[in-house]
């Protein structure tokens, strides 16, 4: 899957539990977002600046948490922990692996680490690097400050290196247990189970066999997979596509709607350009075609039918 910074990417198997988000692969969460669940993963955790959760941090491998930062409950990972200045963990820490903390850090029911433990200066890293400049300055060294500036652009964009499932968050995203709040696109993975209902800045993707148990308002466009379920509304600025076998258990409400024969939409229909009904995916058409060049068509229904 691409990387998005503006999406919200829900990878496939992401699983919404009551007050936890199960998910496979490794976890980014951007700057300033809110998240009303805990999160448990088989990768890694890595949570931005002025971020608030309020459930447990569960990884298999390692977590990092920026400054600034709030963990509502328990911070549980299986390989080394990173945690900012000014980050507070309201529970307990418990890590098999090192553990790098940064000045003033809170972890209310204490810690265990089966690694060494660093605590690191309260003085943060640009700091040194306005000394060093500043002493550069004074030296005359122009041409030395100008490669290190050049340096420090060419990496500032710098890929780092995740799993190729994640999940994503994007900066200050709300993600809630009864409204969520998304700034751009949101795309939900392949058999996935979502609670909420979701405000979104953007397009909407809904793969194949997943469940939204809420409303999905969109200022663009929506798209439900095959046999896809919404439990609410849809509301759409754009388009609305409904495949094969999805259902909907409110209202739909969009400029145009494409609607497959065999979608289920139990409440109404509100389309200012019209709804286009949709034969079934040419997908079984095309299996019915090589059957018959094959001349086992007809014999297999009718034998079918006898039986």
Not at 104 to 120: C, L, P
Not at 141 to 146: F, G, L, N, P, R
Not at 172 to 191: A, E, R, W, Y
Request: charged share 25%; glycine share 10%.
């Amino acid at each position: 899957m691409a990387f998005d910074r503006k999406t919200v990417i829900l990878p496939d198997k992401t699983k919404f539990e009551e007050h936890t988000i199960i998910a496979k692969g490794d976890v980014i969460i951007g700057d300033r977002c809110l998240l009303q669940f805990g999160i448990k993963t088989d990768g890694r955790i890595f949570v931005g600046e002025h971020v608030i959760i309020d459930g447990n941090l569960e990884a298999t491998n390692d977590i990092r948490v920026d400054i600034f930062s709030a963990i509502g409950g328990n911070v549980k990972s299986g390989g080394n922990v990173y945690l900012g200045e000014k980050v507070k963990v309201n529970g307990k820490l418990s890590l098999k692996g090192d553990l790098d903390v940064g000045d003033s850090v809170e972890i209310d029911k204490g810690f265990e680490a089966k690694g060494w433990i660093n605590i690191r200066s309260p003085i943060p890293v640009v700091i040194y690097l306005f000394i060093y400049l500043m002493q550069l300055l004074k030296m005359g060294h122009s041409e030395e400050i100008d490669r290190l500036l050049q340096e420090m652009e060419e990496n500032e964009g710098d890929v780092i290196p995740i799993s190729e499932t994640f999940l994503f968050v994007p900066n200050n995203s709300i993600i809630g247990l009864q409204k969520s709040k998304v700034d751009f696109n949101l795309h939900v993975g392949k058999k996935s189970c979502v609670l909420g209902n979701y405000d979104v800045k953007g397009n909407v993707f809904i793969d194949e066999e997943s469940q939204i148990h809420g409303t999905v308002k969109s200022t663009a466009d929506v798209f439900c997979g095959k046999t896809t379920t919404v439990q609410g509304n849809i509301e759409a600025h754009g388009d609305v596509r409904i495949e094969d076998k999805a259902a909907i258990a409110g209202n739909v409400s969009a400029q145009k709607i494409y609607l497959s024969k065999i979608a289920t939409v139990n409440g109404t229909l509100v389309a200012k350009n019209g709804i286009s009904f949709m034969t079934p995916s040419k997908k079984g058409a095309e299996e019915k075609v090589a059957r018959f060049e094959s001349n086992v068509d007809v014999v297999d229904e009718v034998k079918d039918m006898l039986e």
